[in-house]
């Protein structure tokens, strides 16, 4: 496969997950925490590094639009839910330096 048709796959792929995530709302950002190590906001702080390696300037709030569908703050106030002492509990086993 040639380097061209790989970065369109992964692209494509890449959509689809943001597709996926968007549909998946009731999937909440420490439920994707606690069982994948990364969220939503990880993805859009990728993007913006993936943009500074190219040496475009992306803001990360501009970023986590891409990634949401929507600016952060309505997604939020819509969508998230206050995370269950259970969450929490595997989030803090998880990820012991995040507390």
Known sequence: MDKQTE???EAAVLRRLLEHLDSRKDAQNIDLMNLAGFCRNCLSKWYVAAADEK????D?????ERVYGMP????????????????????AENFPKSK
């Open 60 to 64: 990360y709030e501009a970023a986590r």
């Open 55 to 58: 040496g475009v300037k992306v």
């Open 72 to 91: 952060y703050t309505d997604w939020k106030a819509s969508y998230q839910k206050e995370a269950t002492q259970e969450q929490q509990r595997l989030f």
């Open 7 to 9: 970065t369109e796959i």
